[in-house]
């Protein structure tokens, strides 16, 4: 008998056996329909809302209170959420939304997700129909983007994990070692991979992560439209192989963050498979470009890479977080991410019988990513996201043709895509100051919300149209409140 147990003593008695489910469903359930008539009511009435503002201090003291011990009713759970969260979003699903580059998020997707918790599967893979979702829409990802079927993938948390796999795979393929078993530190030859001086900054903590360096990565300059040099790239890659380096890896920009502009992969792609080097393309900005009707000439050389990193929160307005890394060689995707313990071995029947997606990637846990962009790509269909793509840079043009008739505005780069940089006019030591106000102004008032960059050394705004919501009337507000702003500004 254990300790502390008596002869006869029903321990249930002791410690009663509990659950996280209600105790009256019915309740909840009024809740429920309560909570998506409430989310209907949100996103139908998203455009008569600020696009963003400020959170008061009685707000932000609320998320200061203590660990809750005992119990709430999930009616005033809820409440606080409608009074104190679903005030103050980010706003980028607000149809002037046009700051960081991301999508606009759907009712559908979002349905998805509710429906992915409920499930509640684990997505490190197994026999069941969540497996089977994520591999179609992995199988649906590659067809868009003309990747060849027998191509490997993953669906990740976003971008930054995306290019964080595709380059782990490059670095392995190359090293001339077995990474896995020795390490970094036994790679005969320092490796270099080659990027425009554009890419984003994930690619610097890849390098780190990796454990090649900052200093693994050549940042290569780019011409007057912010392409890669292919000519200064070729040289770079000849320079490093005199001074004994290993080059590895080019990475292409299907469109870069700050301006939108895209490399020419097809050259790049050339250069590669010259140079017996991994092709990465980083398609975050403008992979799916590869859908869009009037611009997928734009991306054309994509489908030679060798990987690619996308995401469908982004342009197939996703909600966050979805991501997708894909590999043209399966079995060297998976033998760089590949364990099987003795407790996740392959069984001839049953949930273990097939599909262990955690091979492909870090994660052992992984959320059911899927089933959102799985359903909106069912509801929409392909072709209605590209219309929509095509829609952006549309919109993008526009903006570009009102502010180019706008004595008071310049535009500060090429618009490629869907992003548009550009300035309010000022004296050189006043243009910084004056626009970051125009900025601040715009997001606190909430009229819009845009961000700010630097190109070419030079401040300037930036708008990137990634919103299915989007109307060109909101970007005649935009330049409209731009203009007037300016002004008010100068007169203080």
Same mark, same amino acid.
């Given at each position: 008998?254990?300790?502390?147990?008596?002869?006869?003593?029903?321990?249930?008695?002791?410690?009663?056996?509990?659950?996280?489910?209600?105790?009256?469903?019915?309740?909840?359930?009024?809740?429920?329909?309560?909570?998506?008539?409430?989310?209907?009511?949100?996103?139908?009435?998203?455009?008569?809302?600020?696009?963003?503002?400020?959170?008061?201090?009685?707000?932000?003291?609320?998320?200061?209170?203590?660990?809750?011990?005992?119990?709430?009713?999930?009616?005033?759970?809820?409440?606080?959420?409608?009074?104190?969260?679903?005030?103050?979003?980010?706003?980028?699903?607000?149809?002037?939304?046009?700051?960081?580059?991301?999508?606009?998020?759907?009712?559908?997707?979002?349905?998805?997700?509710?429906?992915?918790?409920?499930?509640?599967?684990?997505?490190?893979g197994g026999s069941h129909a969540a497996t089977l979702v994520?591999?179609?829409?992995?199988?649906?990802?590659?067809?868009?983007?003309?990747?060849?079927?027998?191509?490997?993938?993953?669906?990740?948390?976003?971008?930054?994990?995306?290019?964080?796999?595709?380059?782990?795979?490059?670095?392995?393929?190359?090293?001339?070692?077995?990474?896995?078993?020795?390490?970094?530190?036994?790679?005969?030859?320092?490796?270099?991979?080659?990027?425009?001086?554009?890419?984003?900054?994930?690619?610097?903590?890849?390098?780190?992560?990796?454990?090649?360096?900052?200093?693994?990565?050549?940042?290569?300059?780019?011409?007057?439209?912010?392409?890669?040099?292919?000519?200064?790239?070729?040289?770079?890659?000849?320079?490093?192989?005199?001074?004994?380096?290993?080059?590895?890896?080019?990475?292409?920009?299907?469109?870069?963050?700050?301006?939108?502009?895209?490399?020419?992969?097809?050259?790049?792609?050339?250069?590669?498979?010259?140079?017996?080097?991994?092709?990465?393309?980083?398609?975050?900005?403008?992979?799916?470009?590869?859908?869009?009707?009037?611009?997928?000439?734009?991306?054309?050389?994509?489908?030679?890479?060798?990987?690619?990193?996308?995401?469908?929160?982004?342009? $197939?307005? %996703? +909600?966050? #977080?979805?991501?997708?890394?894909?590999? !043209?060689?399966? /079995? =060297?995707?998976?033998?760089?991410? *590949?364990?099987?313990?003795?407790?996740?071995?392959?069984?001839?029947?049953?949930?273990?019988?097939?599909?262990?997606?955690?091979?492909?990637?870090?994660?052992?846990?992984?959320?059911?990513?899927?089933?959102?962009?799985?359903?909106?790509?069912?509801?929409?269909?392909?072709?209605?996201?590209?219309?929509?793509?095509?829609?952006?840079?549309?919109?993008?043009?526009?903006?570009?043709?009102?502010?180019?008739?706008?004595?008071?505005?310049? $535009?500060? %780069? +090429?618009? #490629?895509?869907?992003?548009?940089?550009? !300035?309010?006019? /000022? =004296?050189?030591?006043?243009?910084? *100051?004056?626009?970051?106000?125009?900025?601040?102004?715009?997001?606190?008032?909430?009229?819009?919300?845009?961000?700010?960059?630097?190109?070419?050394?030079?401040?300037?705004?930036?708008?990137?149209?990634?919103?299915?919501?989007?109307?060109?009337?909101?970007?005649?507000?935009?330049?409209?409140?731009?203009?007037?702003?300016?002004?008010?500004?100068?007169?203080?």
């Open positions: 008998m254990g300790e502390g147990q008596g002869e006869g003593l029903d321990a249930s008695a002791l410690h009663p056996e509990e659950t996280l489910d209600p105790a009256d469903w019915s309740a909840v359930q009024t809740l429920s329909h309560r909570v998506v008539d409430d989310a209907v009511d949100y996103l139908k009435g998203v455009r008569e809302r600020p696009v963003w503002q400020a959170m008061p201090d009685e707000v932000k003291a609320i998320f200061a209170t203590p660990l809750p011990r005992t119990p709430s009713p999930i009616e005033a759970v809820y409440r606080a959420v409608t009074d104190v969260v679903m005030p103050y979003p980010m706003g980028n699903v607000h149809p002037r939304f046009w700051a960081w580059y991301m999508g606009a998020s759907s009712f559908t997707g979002a349905l998805g997700d509710f429906l992915a918790a409920i499930q509640g599967s684990n997505l490190g994520e591999l179609q829409v992995i199988d649906w990802l590659k067809e868009m983007l003309g990747m060849p079927g027998t191509s490997s993938g993953t669906l990740v948390s976003g971008g930054s994990m995306a290019n964080l796999l595709g380059l782990a795979v490059a670095r392995n393929v190359k090293a001339g070692i077995d990474v896995r078993e020795l390490g970094v530190a036994a790679i005969p030859q320092p490796l270099r991979f080659y990027g425009s001086e554009q890419v984003h900054s994930c690619h610097r903590k890849s390098m780190e992560a990796l454990g090649l360096g900052n200093r693994a990565l050549r940042r290569i300059p780019t011409d007057a439209d912010y392409h890669i040099d292919l000519d200064a790239l070729r040289a770079a890659i000849a320079e490093d192989r005199a001074a004994g380096m290993k080059p590895a890896c080019i990475i292409g920009n299907a469109g870069i963050v700050n301006t939108g502009a895209v490399d020419d992969l097809a050259a790049l792609a050339g250069i590669a498979a010259e140079e017996e080097l991994w092709f990465h393309v980083d398609g975050c900005i403008g992979a799916l470009l590869a859908i869009a009707p009037r611009h997928a000439h734009l991306v054309k050389g994509l489908e030679r890479a060798d990987s690619v990193a996308l995401d469908p929160h982004k342009w $197939l307005h %996703a +909600p966050f #977080e979805v991501g997708c890394a894909l590999v !043209r060689d399966p /079995a =060297a995707h998976r033998a760089t991410f *590949a364990v099987t313990p003795e407790y996740l071995e392959h069984a001839a029947r049953g949930l273990a019988s097939e599909h262990w997606l955690h091979e492909f990637g870090l994660q052992t846990s992984r959320g059911f990513r899927a089933l959102k962009v799985w359903m909106m790509l069912k509801e929409h269909g392909v072709e209605k996201f590209g219309r929509l793509i095509d829609q952006n840079i549309d919109q993008a043009q526009y903006l570009a043709s009102l502010i180019s008739a706008e004595s008071n505005l310049e $535009l500060m %780069a +090429p618009v #490629e895509i869907n992003i548009v940089c550009f !300035r309010h006019r /000022a =004296a050189e030591a006043d243009a910084k *100051a004056l626009n970051t106000e125009i900025m601040l102004r715009l997001q606190e008032d909430g009229t819009a919300v845009i961000s700010d960059t630097t190109v070419r050394g030079q401040h300037c705004l930036r708008v990137a149209i990634a919103n299915h919501r989007t109307r060109r009337a909101d970007l005649e507000l935009l330049v409209r409140e731009v203009v007037r702003l300016g002004k008010e500004i100068a007169r203080a």
